[in-house]
């Protein structure tokens, strides 16, 4: 680094959100940035470690993260962005989204504050994008091979950006009006802004590959008839089967799938052109989240912009610490208690609850039954959740969202029709290289490992598209 020990002498600086009077009231991104020059000085806290953590074990694209962090602390952007973009493909996205597991990982962060990676990194992109660096990646040629990627969200995107990169002619499939799957319908757009995601479609038009929009495969053409049209398939569907509530009166009117809610309103924010059905809206109502996860999150803020009443999130599990436990050292990632900029915009939170029963009237939700719950080791050794005596309370509410997380794929025709070796769970089996039992057909991202992050979804697609070229040429 330009400057010794500035880590010990500079403090780590965060942006901070929008003012929360103003933002609620809108769909915008809420995060704000700092300055360039600031940005700097804060690449100048990364201590270009020996063994540095958070390249090797932090992120899953193996960013080259000291060497970015020091040009960009001696405002060499563009030698920045070279290097930044050597490893990582949409930096955009990432550095918007993404946890920020290199930060987790940091060394700075074992005796104090981490170094502000996500944000150089979002600085390094964006000022790449601002002065015309970043440009389409236009193969010199193309071979005589081509490869399907179902699917536009970020394991199909990178896959599909790495194929085109080593010359393969690539057709992406999306069910969907518009491109980017999770990027486009399942991330609200006051985390990420959708002109993001549009900017990097144009780029990869521009760069050759094809893409086919509202096409679902396995219903409006099949998936033998892809497969004979191209030498292989990759299949990034995602992990879209939800997991449910399975209590009485889950029937009632006003419960519905947290993914189900997202995408309406981003299709609203979209200008699409569709009919609701039904017309899923948190205006005047008293909204009960369940899931504490970052989909619960964005439920809250959603809610609260569409002019809740109140909002309530309920989690089984309990409340993170504040401060890591010995069983969480350092270099893993931090399992701590986190407030993201929606659960500032004004929510109650209650951990360690399980639903019971859903009480309704007239067909309609108007409250839930709930207990709380304490986690007990059984004599396997396993930790389950057990009703606290005397605990039960009733939660009133309106429009009930299950943000509990998927349990797999949501393409049962597409497994069947390619005859897709599964296992006992359904999930859909794969080698090391992503080859399904399939001839030819890979999978990548969640519809192989689960629900995850998109920084994994994004290394896996890299890592697969990379398996399926050796295998073509």
């Not at 880590?7 to 995060?31: L, N, Q, W």
């Not at 193969?139 to 393969?168: C, D, F, T, W, Y």
């Not at 070796?421 to 794969?430: E, K």
């Amino acid at each position: 680094m330009s400057q010794d020990k500035a880590f010990m002498t500079i403090p780590r600086v965060d942006p901070g959100y929008r003012s929360k009077e103003e933002r609620v009231h809108d769909y915008k991104p809420v995060a704000k940035e700092l300055a360039p020059e600031a940005l700097r000085e804060q690449a100048l806290r990364c201590m270009d470690c020996g063994v540095p953590f958070c390249h090797g074990m932090g992120c899953p694209l193996q960013n080259v993260i000291p060497e970015f962090n020091h040009a960009a602390s001696i405002g060499e952007w563009k030698k920045a962005l070279e290097i930044l973009l050597s490893t990582s493909p949409f930096p955009e996205f990432t550095s918007v989204i993404c946890p920020a597991l290199c930060e987790g990982s940091c060394v700075n962060g074992l005796n104090g504050d981490s170094v502000s990676i996500r944000e150089i990194e979002h600085r390094i992109i964006e000022t790449g994008f601002e002065n015309g660096w970043v440009r389409p990646n236009v193969p010199a040629q193309h071979l005589e091979k081509a490869v399907a990627v179902i699917g536009s969200g970020p394991s199909g995107l990178a896959a599909a950006e790495m194929l085109n990169r080593q010359g393969i002619h690539v057709t992406v499939y999306e069910k969907a009006q518009y491109l980017g799957g999770l990027l486009r319908y399942g991330i609200p757009d006051f985390k990420l802004d959708k002109k993001i995601v549009e900017r990097r479609i144009a780029l990869m038009r521009e760069e050759g590959i094809q893409f086919e929009t509202e096409v679902e495969v396995g219903k409006d053409i099949s998936p033998e008839y892809v497969l004979r049209k191209n030498d292989a398939i990759i299949l990034a569907c995602g992990a879209r089967k939800p997991r449910d509530l399975n209590v009485p009166g889950r029937d009632f009117s006003g419960i519905y799938f947290a993914l189900d809610f997202l995408t309406q309103q981003n299709r609203l924010n979209g200008a699409e052109v569709f009919s609701p059905d039904p017309f899923l809206n948190a205006n005047n109502k008293r909204v009960v989240v369940i899931g504490g996860g970052d989909t619960g999150s964005d439920c809250i803020g959603t809610a609260i912009r569409q002019g809740a009443i109140s909002v309530t999130q309920i989690e089984i599990m309990p409340k993170p610490p504040m401060a890591r436990a010995q069983t969480n050292p350092w270099p893993e990632w931090p399992v701590l208690f986190k407030e993201t900029s929606s659960h500032k915009e004004g929510c109650e939170r209650r951990w360690c609850v399980n639903t019971l029963e859903v009480i309704g009237s007239n067909g309609k939700v108007k409250a839930l039954r709930c207990v709380e719950v304490e986690w007990v080791r059984g004599a396997d050794g396993r930790m389950s959740p057990v009703a606290k005596a005397g605990s039960e309370f009733i939660l009133e509410a309106d429009l009930v969202l299950l943000a509990m997380g998927f349990t797999g794929h949501a393409i049962p025709l597409v497994v069947e029709a390619l005859n897709l070796s599964v296992d006992g769970r359904g999930t859909i089996i794969r080698d090391s290289s992503g080859k399904t039992s399939a001839q030819d057909v890979y999978i990548v991202g969640d519809v192989a490992s689960g629900p995850s992050l998109v920084v994994r979804a994004i290394a896996d697609g890299i890592r697969v598209a990379n398996q399926c070229v050796q295998s073509l040429i």
